[in-house]
Nanobody
């Protein structure tokens, strides 16, 4: 059984940085082809942030994350990381990581393409 555990959330002032991590365990990662970060605020649907292929060679970003966030894969540690810089109050949300079997990067933006999710980590950015 696959298990995803996020860490690294917290509170920061606007303009600050945070680094999120998602640890993948339970079965060999070869069952999935990519991992992604989504965020959610109460009352809204889960919103795509960034995704990366299992080998780390391909990435995809939401427009809101492009240029400020960087997603990476640590294959040895079996983790996915999200470095978030120049944070804004509108980045405040619960951030979830997910794993998908989809190989087409265009599908990584859709939450329904992910079959496994972590419990989420809160990110709060104050103005």
């Amino acid at each position: 059984q696959v298990r995803l555990v996020e860490s690294g959330g917290g509170s920061v002032q606007a303009g600050g940085s945070l680094r999120l991590s998602c640890a993948y365990s339970g079965v060999p990662f070869s069952r999935h082809n990519a991992m992604g970060w989504f965020r959610q605020v109460p009352g809204n649907d889960r919103e795509f942030v960034a995704a990366i292929s299992s080998n780390g060679n391909r990435t995809k970003y939401a427009d809101s994350a492009q240029g400020r966030f960087t997603v990476t894969r640590d294959i040895v540690q079996n983790t996915m990381n999200l470095q978030m810089n120049t944070l804004k109050p509108e980045d405040t949300a619960v951030y979830h990581c997910g794993a998908t079997r989809r190989t087409v990067a265009g599908l990584w933006v859709r939450s329904k393409e992910y079959d496994t999710w972590g419990q989420g980590t809160q990110v709060t950015v104050s103005s």
